[in-house]
């Protein structure tokens, strides 16, 4: 069993910005959807792709993956078969981009985690590209304990705090119990 290399969980801003999706299968259109949400600038390259990638709006060359297609790009999401994965990783770090090789830790510098999006606080879990799929069963889980209307009414009170916080010198090592008591403050009538 390989070490786990230490990870930095990071979220990206991505709108407007050049992203390269190489591949153009379901593999390809499930990842198409979590860039268009984050507002990227997506240009899709494989010989060929599925209607669903067609129809997205996005620019598709329906050709080979060719190195200089990353020329540009900030991001770069690897789903097609192994050996084009390697080709995309090569390209990808000799440019200094990170890369998504889905399904393919040898060929990924990043991981896509599952995500849980409720009320404004967004939860991504890594399983360090190893275990996938328990990182979707978490995912399940954690939709089902979050409901969508206590997470917007924790946000709107954190959100609260922090600006009355700001406004006040408050040092940040004396805000999280504040906020604790904020939290509880909103269940006290129930």
């Known amino acids: 069993m390989s070490v786990a290399v230490p990870l930095l969980p990071v979220f990206l801003k991505l709108t407007g910005r050049p992203v390269v999706l190489v591949g153009g299968g379901p593999v390809a259109a499930s990842k198409l959807d979590a860039l268009l949400d984050a507002g990227a600038r997506v240009t899709v390259v494989a010989p060929k792709v599925t209607p669903e990638i067609a129809g997205r709006g996005v620019t598709v060359w329906c050709r080979p993956f060719e190195a200089s297609d990353l020329d540009d790009a900030w991001l770069v999401v690897a789903a097609a078969p192994p050996e084009v994965n390697r080709q995309v990783a090569a390209a990808a770090e000799a440019r200094r981009l990170f890369v998504n090789a889905v399904d393919d830790p040898p060929n990924?510098?990043?991981?896509l985690g599952s995500v849980v999006r409720r009320g404004g606080v967004t939860v991504a879990i890594s399983t360090d590209g190893r275990a996938p799929a328990l990182a979707g069963l978490i995912r399940q889980a954690l939709e089902a304990l979050l409901p969508e209307d206590e997470v917007a009414r924790w946000m709107s009170a954190?959100?609260?705090?922090?600006a009355e916080w700001a406004a006040n010198g408050v040092p940040m090592d004396q805000r999280r119990p504040l906020l604790l008591r904020?939290?509880?403050g909103l269940y006290?009538?129930?």
Request: aromatic share 6%; hydrophobic share 40%; glycine share 0%.
């Open 158 to 162: 954190a959100r609260d705090q922090r």
């Open 188 to 190: 006290k009538d129930r």
């Open 108 to 111: 990924a510098s990043i991981y």
């Open 182 to 184: 904020a939290l509880a």
